[in-house]
Structures are given as structure tokens and as C-alpha cells.
């Protein structure tokens, strides 16, 4: 199954993509906890986009699709016209030194990586392609 999901990149859309996958991953049947770790990495993800890539430009499109086959979900992200991000060179960030800088910020991506099994970044023609991937066997038996 797949399921898609087109947004501007405005604050108050990241409740609107919560409610959307909310509903997906209760029609899967997935756990409350592993639902909601799944809506934190995608609330995540768009959060540092509307920030850092967009820069709080409201009128930039993301595409997000959520795609559930053999027991793994995995979404993609589509951040057009951006800068290219390069995953490779962002370090995993330490919690005692964020809490010993008094720093807010910082673990969002740490987080996601922890979460999820696989996180990718591809460019492609001007965009920044986010693929996320969890595997849940379980999901194959509930079928």
C-alpha cells in the first residue's frame, strides 16, 4: 500500500501530516508506541526541513509518501529546491554535551537514526529525497 501526502512548508501543516499518518499506521495495525516513534522521526524530519532548508519559507512543497510492503514502512520525504544535505558528514550528537552547552536543540536527527533501521538522503534534480525504513514483522502476520 502506498499513501501520499503533499504540504507546504507552514508550522501549522505538521499537524495535519500527524493526523494523516495517525491514521495510516492504526489501519496497519501498529503499535500506539511504534506509531507514535514513527510520527516523531517524520515530525522530525519536516520540522529541521521548515527551519534549516526552507528557512521558514512558507510557500516551499515537501511530498511525503508512506509505503507498507513485506512488514516495512518506509517513507520518503521530498524536499524540493534545496541545497544538497549530505548525511554522511552530520555526527551523531552526545547528550552530555548538549545538556553541559545548555543547548535546546540538537538530537533530531541522533534520534532518528536510532529509530528508524535505514535513513538515506539521495539528490536528485534539485531536491533532497529522505528514505526512512522500519521493518515490522509482525505486521506480516496481522494481515
Avoid: C
Avoid at 511530498?63 to 524536499?79: H, N, R, S
Amino acid at each position: 500500500m502506498k499513501y501520499n501526502l503533499s504540504i507546504k512548508t507552514e508550522k501549522e501543516n505538521l499537524k495535519k501530516v500527524r493526523v494523516f499518518l495517525e491514521k495510516i499506521l492504526k489501519d496497519l495495525h501498529v503499535s500506539d508506541i511504534e506509531a507514535n516513534q514513527l510520527i516523531l522521526v517524520v515530525d522530525e524530519i519536516l520540522a529541521n526541513l521548515m527551519i534549516h532548508s526552507a528557512k521558514n519559507n512558507d510557500k516551499k512543497d515537501i511530498d511525503l509518501t508512506l509505503t507498507e510492503e513485506g512488514g516495512e514502512i518506509t517513507f520518503e520525504i521530498y524536499d524540493y529546491n534545496s541545497p544538497y544535505f549530505d548525511l554522511t558528514q552530520h555526527e551523531d550528537a552526545n547528550l552530555q554535551d548538549l545538556v553541559r552547552q545548555k543547548r535546546k536543540g540538537g538530537m533530531g536527527l541522533t534520534l532518528v537514526k536510532n529509530i528508524m533501521d535505514e535513513v538515506e538522503v539521495y539528490y536528485e534534480d534539485n531536491t533532497n529525497i529522505w528514505r526512512l525504513q522500519k521493518r515490522f514483522p509482525y505486521l506480516l502476520v496481522k494481515k
